[in-house]
């Protein structure tokens, strides 16, 4: 393929690292991470071969949501830093070959935003209408509550309104009423705002909450929810040809398949597989990939210039909503079986290096499926070097403790006192002391480094993005072997749910006479048989990625 063409369709091949600027890097020494602190730790994204950077929300916020609580859609928090903070980050990273994404939290408002003080003050507020406002609740007022350990109802009673309005997560956050034109209009001018800044799009936060106008008076005339996503999407592509939304869509898969549009995705650019990453945590439990084998084989392709985007981790908790309970139970004993570990009764609030014990193999196996499943992957700070969670933190916020830069008991993140942090420190086996960015940075053997290979070889094989992939058979059941095909072009790759090694023979080339399989991470270049088999052995818990090379082929290896 032209490779010109995986530039203009940035976001199929890109790497997406999200981080929350509070939990990054302090500059001013207040306790808390901010735009100069990221801009300053720029050329670590950078030395990671991250291309896109996808940052938390950084609007003003009464912070009972970490963020996700917005008083003004066109602000920056004062304490993270300026507008003009944020567009020296956007030029520094566009040097570094990044682009720059945020969350577009436009569900709901926090209820300390203006447009709600006014409309909860008075039903003659030009904002009364951009909420959803009722009498009394509907009688499935308790359907649907995504955080049930402290929210019952979608409904809650405002004295000073006189009526109840719907809250899709807690009760300080009020849904907009997408079904009002005048939403919608504020919605793309907010965009566009932040385009003309120099983003180059958004994670567009509860993509489904956003569009169900089931809530509104008389829903049954309101025009289809996805007309408006389509519009969206317009919009940003008139003004910015290159801008794309990435999509929180936890619903499953011929539902989900919705949300990227027509045949030519004409609605979001890429969404989230909730579903893959779940089915992904059982295989692992298993140590067993036919979940995983079974999950790719149902989810459908994306339209050719949409993408999935892929995650092992994410801010949340580990959400395992789509597994039956006893299927839960199982990741639970595997990964979570303390209840502290456990969340909304869904999810575990844990990082992927503890729950795998530290074990360096198979955290290397689980980055190198991440990084060769089809699917762009998302990166959540921290990753690239195994940090673990504080359980002692509250709820999600056992995942979002500060970054470990270096081993002081700091981490390096901040000179305040440590009762200033957003979060706790992570301590003991993964704190800074023995999890930190400057001793991997110097250790060929770490995990960081093992991402940057992923990463460099990763962006190198087009096939792996843009590729047809097609599970191998490998008569060994713990080993999921697949092949990605593109242009000519092909890539096989092996990794081994079990520790145990593992021999195996897949078919990769029609007739096998002259080619090679070239070893794309380390050195196990292997030639196939005549018959075009290839065999070969797995260590416990080891991956392969192999280029299928036939004599000619003028591939880079
Ligand atoms: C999804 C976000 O990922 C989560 O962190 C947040 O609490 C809710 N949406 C509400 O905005």
């Known amino acids: 393929?032209?490779?010109?063409?995986?530039?203009?369709?940035?976001?199929?091949?890109?790497?997406?690292?999200?981080?929350?600027?509070?939990?990054?890097?302090?500059?001013?020494?207040?306790?808390?991470?901010?735009?100069?602190?990221?801009?300053?730790?720029?050329?670590?994204?950078?030395?990671?071969?991250?291309?896109?950077?996808?940052?938390?929300?950084?609007?003003?916020?009464?912070?009972?949501?970490?963020?996700?609580?917005?008083?003004?859609?066109?602000?920056?928090?004062?304490?993270?830093?300026?507008?003009?903070?944020?567009?020296?980050?956007?030029?520094?990273?566009?040097?570094?070959?990044?682009?720059?994404?945020?969350?577009?939290?436009?569900?709901?408002?926090?209820?300390?935003?203006?447009?709600?003080?006014?409309?909860?003050?008075?039903?003659?507020?030009?904002?009364?209408?951009?909420?959803?406002?009722?009498?009394?609740?509907?009688?499935?007022?308790?359907?649907?509550?995504?955080?049930?350990?402290?929210?019952?109802?979608?409904?809650?009673?405002?004295?000073?309104?006189?009526?109840?309005?719907?809250?899709?997560?807690?009760?300080?956050?009020?849904?907009?009423?997408?079904?009002?034109?005048?939403?919608?209009?504020?919605?793309?001018?907010?965009?566009?705002?932040?385009?003309?800044?120099?983003?180059?799009?958004?994670?567009?936060?509860?993509?489904p909450f956003l569009l169900d106008t089931s809530g509104s008076q008389d829903a049954a005339d309101l025009p289809d929810p996805h007309d408006y996503l389509r519009d969206l999407r317009a919009f940003l592509d008139r003004r910015h040809g290159q801008s794309m939304l990435l999509g929180e869509v936890n619903l499953e898969y011929p539902d989900l398949r919705r949300f990227f549009g027509d045949e030519d995705g004409d609605e979001l650019t890429m969404c989230f597989d909730f579903n893959l990453m779940q089915r992904l945590y059982l295989s692992l439990a298993r140590n067993d990939p036919a979940e995983l084998v079974k999950t790719l084989r149902e989810r459908p392709d994306p339209p050719e210039e949409a993408q999935w985007g892929t995650f092992v981790r994410n801010h949340d908790e580990l959400t395992l909503d789509k597994l039956s309970d006893a299927e839960r139970q199982e990741v639970f004993d595997a990964f979570g079986p303390d209840e502290n570990m456990q969340l909304y009764g869904r999810g575990l609030r844990r990082r992927l290096p503890p729950m795998l014990g530290n074990d360096p193999a198979r955290l290397r196996m689980v980055y190198s499926l991440l990084f060769s499943l089809p699917g762009t992957p998302v990166l959540f700070y921290g990753e690239e070097i195994g940090m673990g969670e504080n359980l002692a933190a509250a709820d999600r916020q056992a995942v979002r403790t500060p970054m470990q830069w270096t081993a002081d008991p700091d981490g390096g993140f901040s000179t305040a006192d440590p009762s200033r942090l957003p979060a706790p420190m992570v301590e003991g086996e993964f704190g800074p002391q023995n999890v930190n960015v400057a001793a991997q940075r110097r250790d060929p053997e770490s995990l960081f480094n093992w991402l940057k290979l992923l990463i460099v070889r990763y962006r190198e094989c087009p096939e792996l993005s843009w590729g047809t992939c097609t599970v191998l058979d490998t008569g060994v059941a713990s080993v999921f072997a697949h092949r990605s095909d593109h242009d000519g072009g092909t890539i096989v790759a092996l990794h081994n749910f079990a520790p145990e090694s593992a021999e195996v023979s897949v078919a990769v080339a029609g007739t096998g006479v002259g080619v090679r399989a070239v070893d794309l991470l380390t050195d196990g270049t292997a030639d196939v048989r005549d018959d075009g088999v290839l065999s070969l052995d797995l260590a416990p818990y080891g991956c392969r990625w192999l280029r299928i090379v036939h004599p000619g082929d003028r591939y880079l290896v």
């Not at 890109?14 to 991470?33: K, N, P, Q, S």
């Open 1 to 207: 393929m032209r490779l010109t063409e995986t530039a203009d369709v940035w976001w199929k091949n890109a790497v997406i690292y999200c981080l929350d600027v509070e939990t990054f890097f302090d500059t001013d020494g207040d306790g808390r991470g901010d735009l100069r602190g990221v801009c300053q730790r720029i050329d670590h994204l950078a030395e990671l071969g991250v291309t896109c950077l996808w940052l938390m929300p950084f609007y003003p916020t009464p912070d009972r949501d970490d963020g996700y609580d917005v008083t003004d859609f066109y602000g920056v928090d004062p304490r993270l830093g300026t507008h003009g903070d944020l567009v020296e980050l956007i030029m520094l990273a566009r040097d570094r070959g990044m682009r720059v994404i945020a969350d577009l939290v436009v569900n709901h408002t926090s209820d300390q935003h203006p447009w709600f003080k006014s409309a909860r003050a008075s039903r003659q507020s030009p904002y009364r209408d951009w909420y959803v406002w009722r009498d009394e609740p509907p009688p499935d007022a308790e359907k649907g509550v995504v955080f049930p350990d402290k929210e019952k109802s979608l409904w809650q009673y405002d004295e000073q309104a006189g009526q109840y309005y719907l809250h899709r997560f807690y009760r300080y956050q009020p849904d907009l009423d997408i079904a009002n034109p005048e939403v919608r209009e504020e919605i793309e001018r907010v965009i566009g705002f932040w385009s003309a800044i120099g983003l180059s799009g958004f994670r567009v936060d509860a993509v």
